[in-house]
Structure formats: structure tokens, C-alpha cells
């Protein structure tokens, strides 16, 4: 590297993605007026949207009595389409009011739904959501072809407010443009929107490279002013880096690894084996990292997800490459003491960044709290030869000799405790569990020492019984289990569509004990040094487990 005050003219690789091709799309045709067509106020059964709407309908009872008015419900969660739902709006000369998009996932899915009802169905429909998604959600409507989109704002949030607080909003001016609230819904559903194309074009011909001018310092601003770091110093991507790292992969620079997207509904961005060795210079790996580089890029799981619950990443190494490329699955094996763990994760969160079009804050990220677990992605490797059990791999269908990373998401809950006690450890462990988040799973971390201890104390010398086991000891009162807003959020909805076993426990008597998670969904892998028998459990869904060798 060049001294920091050395001015030089550097070509460096453009890290970022290529964008779905975008076609601009013509919305529902109005006709000036809504007497004679019925309102259809559209719930997408997320935190309190139906209190919202109920008052949009109280608000048209009083001000427009005549007019027809029909509160319904998607029949999943905000993330399903409905198209018997949309048929029916349609064949009843209907107009839709749909809501209230309130999160960073169901904003986008409340503004997709708009879209699909005035450009497949016809339908003239305004997407309602709170002010604090003002940015993502214009940036959805843009990436689904109709930028034109009406929307109303109120303001954030809509979960736990009272009937009158709620009454106030509607009845008041959207924080955004300072006009009424339901002006601006009359409107939508009556007047034409404005053309909207000059707002699609977007530029799939990004140039490979860029010329920088300028110091060490002024070359690594020029990056953070772009949003293609994580705001620590990057190895600058040079022709020549780039090009020793491909040599860790003998696919072709130009193929398709994958396609990422923020969150479902703003479009799927793909990027090359070179674009993701550009974001692993970056990122400080070696060439002998790349294929599991690879490996995660090629997976479509971002570790990036705009999440408002700021879930985070995990990346668990298994199989020979572990020792090939000096991985650390000893003592700090999650922690910042290994060049391979650490690297391996930062080029994962990298590639997710800028493969997928970006991470900002607002626009395309909206984890309110935010995660320090992103900047590393909890990578590191199983330690197989010290585990009284399988490996995490075969445990999912691979060979012991298959080099493989496994992808979990989530990791906003953890609990950790030490070794198992003689008398009480089951009550502990139960504890534990219930304090793990409901919708997704829990993946126990376990120290080699403990992971014996579940063997010894508790008869455990298959993998599968202990998963058999945590399941049938995480249970709580089924009227807890439902009563709790995740669940309401996120499994009522499939339950009371008939999925199943979500469906028996719906039937449940409140007080009796039911299972809290899905036992596909449990995972135990062991790792650590045996410095003492700590253990973690942590809530994290699984998304697969990929080939690391499909990628040498």
C-alpha cells in the first residue's frame, strides 16, 4: 500500500450488482369519482393494521354515509399474495384501500399488493403505510415498474395506539406532504396518477471499473461516499487483486453467481464470480477462502436483510476446507481471532451490500436497532472432531468429506449458560428455550465440554434425540403461545389457512402445554476450545446448507 499522502491515479473493480430489469408499468384507470364502486379497506394482518382501517371506515361512515365500505383480510400473512381476494374487488367494481405498512418488510409487501391490484387486476388502490418507510417504499413501487404509486402517510407507530390516537391520524394531515390524510386517499382512488417512466431507468451496463484520483485516504472516502463498505478500511479492489483472487475458483470471472435482494418485493440484483471476488478483496480474504465465498454468495441469502428487528447472520463451516484454509473452530472460534473466520464473514456482508444494490439506512435497511453481529456474520467452523455427535452438515444430508456452510438468520435472541447442572439442568434448559424468539428456532451453540454433558446427563448420544428433546420441552400455555404478537404476526395467519401442524395447535385448549417451535427447524452444533462447558443458544431460522466444493 502507497504512503497515505502519496496522490495516484488507482483503476479499481466496481463492487457492486447488476439490477433486475425493470418494465414500466400503467396504473388502473380512474374514473373522478367513487360513488358507485365499493371501498374495500384491504388488512394485511400485521401489529394493528385492522385498528387503523376501522377508523378509515368510521371516517367514510360520517363523511360520505352513502358510499359502500367492506373491511377484509388477506388470507396468510402480509407476505402471501390473495388473488381470490383480488378477483373478488375486481368483480365487485371495487377500489382498495391497503395497509398499513408499517414494517421493513411488510411496507414493501403492502406496496406490492397495491401494485399487482392496479396493474393485473385494474383496480385503483393507494397503499397506506407510517411515515418512517416514506423512502423504501417509493423505492419498491420504482423497482416493480409503477414509481407513480399512490401512497398515504401517518405517523409511525400504528402498533398499541388507542382508538383516539388512532382516529387522530386519520382525521389529520400526512407527516410527509402536509395534506390531509383522507384528501390524499380520495384522490388517489379518483384522479390519475402521474406518468412515472423518466423514474425507471436503470443502468445494467455499470462499468467495471473506475478511476480514482487521490490519496490512500481520499481512495477509501471515495468508497464510504458510495456505500460500498462497512464503513472500515477496505484492501482497495485493484485489476491486480482481483485478479489473484479468481484464482481460488476455476469458474469463469463473467458467470452468474446469484441474485440478492434487500427484502422481498424491491427486485432481485445478480452479480458475477468477479463481483464477488472484488467484495472479498475488500474484505481482506485470501484466494483459498474464495470458494466459500462462493458458496455463501451463491446461496441468495442476504446478510444484509432489511429486517425492522435487525436479524443478523450466521455461517457455520464444515467439512476438510475447515483445516485446508486454517479456519478456527478452538477457543474465540466466534470471535475476531481467526484471519479466515473474520474475512470469510466481513466478504459475506460485503457481497450481500453491494450485490444486492445497496444497505442504506431508510431506503434499503431498516433494522431500527441494528446488529453488530453483521459486521463478521457469526462465521466460524464446527468443531467436528471434538463433537459426541454428527456433524451439522451430515445431520442435513452431506457426507462427512463434503465441504459445506451452512446459513442461519435471525440471531436477535441469546441465551448462554454453563455446563448442565446433576439436578435442575432440564428446568434450566426449558428456560432457556423460552426465552429464544417463537418464530424462529433455536440453534444451540455448545462448548465440547457441554455438548459431552448432554450425552452423560442426559442419555443424548444422537444428535436427533437431543433435537427430540428440546422440542418436546419448549412448551408453553397455547394461550401464551398465541397471545404473543410474533406468533400473531407470523404463524396465526398460516394456521387459520389449515397449515399444518400450526393448525392442530390453533385447536388447542388455552391452558394446554404446546410445542413452540418447529422440530425441522432445531439445530445443534458444537464448536469451542474447551476452556470451560459455556454454551449459547441462539434464535436463528435455518436457510440451507450449500456446497463449498461445487465452487473450487
Not at 365487485?92 to 384501500?97: L, Q, S
Not at 473452530?329 to 450481500?352: D, E, K, Q, V
Not at 463434503?402 to 454453563?418: E, Y
Request: glycine share 8%; with cysteine.
Amino acid at each position: 500500500m502507497l504512503d497515505d499522502k502519496q496522490t495516484r491515479t488507482e483503476t479499481v473493480l466496481n463492487p457492486v450488482g447488476y439490477p433486475p430489469k425493470v418494465s414500466a408499468k400503467s396504473p388502473a384507470p380512474r374514473s373522478g369519482r367513487l360513488s358507485g364502486r365499493k371501498v374495500f379497506l384491504v388488512d394485511t394482518r400485521f401489529d394493528d393494521s385492522a385498528e387503523l382501517l376501522k377508523q378509515v371506515a368510521a371516517w367514510f361512515a360520517e363523511h360520505m354515509p352513502d358510499l359502500e365500505t367492506e373491511m377484509v383480510q388477506l388470507a396468510r400473512t402480509y407476505a402471501d399474495d390473495d388473488p381470490d381476494l383480488w378477483e373478488r374487488i375486481k368483480a365487485e367494481n371495487g377500489v382498495a384501500i391497503v395497509g398499513v405498512g408499517h414494517c421493513s418488510t411488510c411496507a414493501p409487501a403492502v406496496t406490492t399488493h397495491a401494485i399487482t391490484l392496479e396493474t393485473k387486476y385494474r383496480v385503483p388502490a393507494v397503499a397506506v403505510h407510517t411515515e418512517k418507510f416514506d423512502r423504501v417504499v417509493r423505492s419498491v413501487a420504482r423497482m416493480g415498474g409503477l414509481p407513480q404509486l399512490p401512497f398515504a402517510f401517518v405517523p409511525q407507530p400504528v402498533m398499541g395506539k388507542t382508538e383516539a390516537e388512532l382516529q387522530a391520524y386519520v382525521a389529520g394531515d400526512d407527516p410527509r406532504t402536509g395534506l390531509p390524510v383522507m384528501q390524499e386517499i380520495i384522490t388517489a382512488l379518483t384522479e390519475a396518477p402521474p406518468p412515472g417512466d423518466k423514474q425507471l431507468k436503470f443502468d445494467r451496463s455499470t462499468p467495471r471499473e473506475v478511476d480514482f484520483t487521490g490519496t490512500e485516504e481520499e481512495l477509501q472516502a471515495a468508497f464510504i461516499e458510495r456505500n460500498w463498505t462497512d464503513f472500515l478500511p477496505i484492501v482497495i479492489p485493484t485489476d491486480k487483486r482481483v485478479e489473484a483472487m479468481l484464482k481460488g475458483t476455476s469458474r469463469k470471472p463473467d458467470e452468474v453467481v446469484g441474485r440478492m435482494e434487500p427484502t422481498k418485493n424491491r427486485g432481485q440484483w445478480e452479480y458475477t464470480v468477479e463481483k464477488v471476488a472484488v467484495n472479498a478483496v475488500m474484505a481482506g480474504a485470501k484466494p483459498e477462502y474464495f470458494p466459500v465465498i462462493l458458496a455463501l454468495a451463491a446461496s441468495g441469502v442476504t446478510a444484509r436483510g432489511s429486517t425492522s428487528s435487525s436479524g443478523a447472520a450466521m455461517a457455520v463451516v464444515n467439512g476438510p476446507i475447515r483445516h485446508e484454509i486454517g479456519m478456527n473452530c478452538g477457543i474465540g472460534a466466534m470471535g475476531p481471532y481467526n484471519h479466515a473466520n473474520a474475512t470469510i464473514g466481513r466478504a459475506y456482508g460485503l457481497l450481500s451490500q453491494n450485490g444486492q444494490g445497496g444497505s442504506v439506512p431508510g431506503e434499503t435497511y431498516m433494522g431500527s436497532l441494528g446488529s453488530g453481529h453483521t459486521y463478521q456474520n457469526l462465521t466460524f467452523a464446527e468443531n467436528e472432531e471434538r463433537s459426541p455427535w454428527e456433524p451439522l452438515h451430515v445431520q442435513h444430508g452431506h457426507k462427512a468429506e463434503d465441504s459445506t456452510v451452512s446459513i442461519f438468520f435471525g440471531n436477535r435472541t441469546t441465551t448462554f449458560s454453563l455446563g448442565l447442572r446433576e439436578t435442575h439442568w432440564q428446568e434450566h434448559v426449558r428456560d432457556m428455550l423460552l426465552g429464544t424468539d417463537q418464530i424462529t428456532a433455536p440453534i444451540l451453540v455448545l462448548d465440547p465440554i457441554c455438548a459431552r454433558q448432554f450425552v452423560t446427563r442426559g442419555g443424548f448420544d444422537t444428535k436427533e434425540k437431543l433435537i427430540d428433546w428440546i422440542h418436546d420441552t419448549a412448551r408453553m400455555p397455547a394461550k401464551r403461545f398465541w397471545d404473543l404478537q410474533l406468533v400473531q404476526n407470523y404463524v396465526y395467519p398460516h394456521a387459520t389457512y389449515g397449515v399444518e401442524p400450526l393448525a392442530t395447535k390453533l385447536k388447542a385448549d388455552p391452558d394446554e402445554l404446546i410445542p413452540v417451535f418447529l422440530k425441522e427447524r432445531i439445530n445443534v452444533v458444537v464448536t469451542g476450545g474447551e476452556a470451560n462447558g459455556y454454551w449459547q443458544i441462539y434464535g436463528a431460522r435455518p436457510q440451507g446448507t450449500f456446497s463449498i466444493d461445487a465452487w473450487r
